[in-house]
């Protein structure tokens, strides 16, 4: 029989720290704080190690023999290659300054998500290897060897880290922890150890040319959907061309925002813009994803999927390219594609056609961000607008971390809502450079991983529930289409009353389009609030 | 609640008390943590340890107060939402609420003993605590049941995206799909 627990001993709240210290504690994958492993056929499609089916919670990984030989031969290799990961390796001096800015450790309290651990977990087994010092001395240096419980935790912390790289801002020293989850990660994966939600959206990429694996005319469908719903709402109808040679501009969108809503309202208001201007742009069914979920897995991968779309913008002959609202889309295009994948010679420095604006800052990749195109058509008074149509929307901006972060991307977007929609900023800490993770990039926003996505979003969430506190705010803009997927159940948990959208949704609804018919609704289909006001007033006046 | 010494004497030592059960609250974290969640001057720096302070007053001020139930009730969710996301059981969640009574005990044993703390104030303010933590179990099986829902509506979402797409058969062969990264990697 088991004795009843006195209510003192249950109620116990004080924590006992484990026995160990954090190098010998082994990590215990818990459900809702992991995500699933890569299935085999994703790893056979793009010839990637040890595929297998397999699951973390499994005793047995199923690892190749020398599993160690390849790891530590993989990181010689990169070590070797990439002169900023030695650099990483050796100059933290364990100051601290990143603690606490990790979204990940202020919404768990463990410490292991502290930048500066999650770092350590791989500079331990580098000083072991590579250092005099940690091979004389190991534990007093914080040197220790290559294990499988050592293993278990970098697959266990190395994906519980979203490369937001929140952290870096605040390194003295400009260490760039994203990119040592990005070497991690590769590490991993020479072994076979990377996880579906990751691996499924790479594989159907590199197939099909986007993240779901819907193919061309599953593309044009989806677009056409769109079309119908604008010609409802606006009774104008569009004309999209697609894979179409010698167009002028090839429109690059985020797959997210063509497959699911509320990513969808905010392409028909790209949509309905480009149409009000004339422009002669084209998109690609092969191309259909600016997405990039290689980033998450290795160099290698993610300059093969990033292939794609200077291979299109050649095929068909166009002048520059546009891109849509994403995110990590955009650290891939401004900080690695020119010399991934370029120099693009072939095309041009984007101008808009519109206003003959040179975009100099897209001077080497030849591809800018959809708000700096709009941004610039606002300034140039080229947009008729009625934000009235936004009535009853009281909107904050989420600075999505990588347009921020990795291309400096922060007025553009607010200039845009200026003009459409009422709208209060979020704390300081906690937007532009110094934004919160929306928890569940760099693979991590799937269902099976929803608890740790909680947690990790609560600092953004927190900073939401202010606005919408201080200022009745009930929409959360934001530029990327990782955010527009993950941030809807964020909110749901933290800050009921708040919905997500992007910006171009906000400005398709204000949008003013020649031919167009009386608005009722808005790009959701919901009857429009000032319309309400209205008929309420001459109710009221009769 | 009526004004008996009880009361009287919680008001008088609130601060002492506030902060005792906050620590109690924070030391549960681990101790590297734990420097860091007792910063509370910034919300969003540190929005567990600010968000659990802010809370706790709010509880302790309404018990000894009003007791409006949705005051209660609102300050209780902020904490349960947390506690409900950060693996922990149901009863290490909701046992912050019966800390404050071996705080009490604790703090006010002289006066318990006594008498000058009478024994009906004493059951009438633990039995007050009592609710308070059923409401809290409530709330944290709400959390729970609100993440499993999250989880299946993000399922059914995907799941009709594929369906519509036909991409369900997995009979079909999709090696014989053309490959778009061929002629890529050719060249």
């Known amino acids: 029989m088991a004795k009843l627990p006195k209510p003192a001993e249950l109620l116990k709240i004080d924590y006992k720290p484990p026995e160990t210290g954090w190098m010998d504690t082994p990590v215990e994958f818990k459900p809702g704080t992991y995500s699933y492993a890569g299935k085999p056929e994703s790893l056979n499609l793009i010839g990637f190690p040890n595929p297998r089916t397999w699951q973390p919670t499994d005793d047995d990984w199923q690892l190749p023999e020398n599993w160690q030989e390849i790891i530590l031969d993989g990181l010689r290799d990169r070590l070797e290659r990439f002169r900023s990961l030695k650099l990483f390796m050796d100059i933290c001096v364990r100051c601290g300054a990143c603690a606490d800015k990790c979204h990940f450790y202020l919404g768990s309290g463990d410490p292991k998500n502290m930048p500066v651990l999650r770092a350590e977990l791989l500079r331990s087994v580098y000083r072991k290897e590579y250092t005099l010092a940690g091979k004389l001395m190991a534990k007093m240096v914080g040197a220790r060897e290559l294990t499988l419980p050592v293993l278990k935790e970098w697959f266990y912390y190395f994906f519980q880290c979203t490369e937001c790289r929140r952290c870096s801002v605040f390194c003295p020293y400009g260490i760039d922890t994203a990119e040592i989850t990005m070497i991690a990660r590769e590490l991993l994966n020479l072994v076979g150890l990377n996880i579906d939600w990751v691996m499924g959206p790479v594989s159907a990429c590199y197939m099909k040319g986007n993240h779901l694996g819907i193919q061309p005319h599953g593309v044009v469908d989806s677009f056409d959907m769109a079309l119908d719903d604008i010609e409802d709402i606006t009774g104008v109808r569009l004309d999209l061309s697609f894979n179409r040679k010698g167009a002028e501009i090839l429109y690059v969108p985020p797959s997210g925002d063509v497959f699911a809503t509320p990513g969808t309202y905010s392409l028909m208001g790209q949509l309905m813009l480009f149409h009000e201007m004339g422009l002669d742009y084209t998109l690609s069914t092969y191309n259909s994803e600016g997405g990039n979920f290689g980033l998450f897995t ?53 101008v808009s056609p519109i206003t003959g604006t040179r975009f100099e800052n897209a001077k080497s990749t030849k591809m800018i961000h959809v708000t700096e195109f709009t941004a610039d058509l606002l300034r140039h008074n080229k947009i008729k607008l009625d934000p009235s149509r936004n009535k009853g929307i009281i909107a904050t901006y989420h600075d999505s971390c990588n347009p921020a972060r990795a291309m400096g991307l922060m007025e553009e977007p607010r200039y845009i809502l200026d003009h459409c929609v009422e709208w209060h900023e979020m704390p300081e800490d906690t937007i532009r450079e110094k934004t919160f993770c929306c928890g569940g990039g760099a693979g991590l926003g799937n269902d099976e991983n929803m608890e740790m996505r909680m947690r990790g979003g609560f600092p953004r969430a927190n900073a939401v529930k202010y606005v919408h506190e201080k200022h009745g705010v009930n929409m959360l803009a934001c530029v990327c289409a990782i955010d527009r997927a993950t941030l809807p159940p964020l909110m749901r948990y933290w800050v009921p009353g708040v919905e997500v959208c992007g910006v171009h949704e906000l400005l398709g609804n204000a949008l003013i389009m020649k031919g167009e018919k009386k608005r009722e609704e808005n790009l959701r289909f919901e009857p429009l609030q000032n319309l309400e006001d209205e008929v309420a007033e001459e109710d009221a006046n009769v | 609640m009526a004004r008996n010494t009880l009361v009287t004497l919680m008001r008088e030592n609130r601060e002492e008390i506030l902060n005792e059960w906050f620590h109690q609250f924070i030391g549960a974290y681990p101790p590297e943590t734990v420097k860091y969640f007792e910063r509370i001057e910034n919300t969003f720096t540190n929005p567990i340890g600010s968000n659990v302070h802010k809370s706790l007053v709010a509880i302790l001020d309404e018990l000894l107060g009003e007791q409006d139930g949705d005051k209660i009730y609102k300050d209780l969710e902020m904490i349960l939402r947390i506690k409900a996301v950060q693996d922990v059981s149901p009863s290490k969640a909701a046992a912050f609420t019966m800390a404050l009574k071996s705080i009490i005990q604790k703090r006010f044993q002289k006066e318990i003993n006594s008498g000058t703390i009478s024994v009906n104030d004493l059951l009438e303010f633990y039995d007050t605590l009592d609710s308070i933590a059923l409401i809290a179990f409530n709330i944290y099986t709400e959390s729970r049941e609100l993440i499993y829902d999250m989880r299946i509506r993000e399922i059914k979402e995907r799941n009709d995206i594929l369906q519509k797409a036909n991409l369900l058969n997995e009979s079909v062969d999709t090696s014989t799909f053309m490959r778009c990264s061929n002629y890529i990697e050719e060249k």
């Open chain 1, 298 to 350: 290795s160099n290698e991968m993610m300059k093969r999927l990033n292939a794609k779309i200077y291979a299109e913008a050649k095929r068909l002959g166009v002048k520059w390219i546009l891109g849509g609202e994403c995110g990590h889309m955009w650290r891939v295009i401004n900080q690695y594609m020119d010399t991934m994948n370029g120099p693009a010679d072939f095309l041009e420095v984007p």
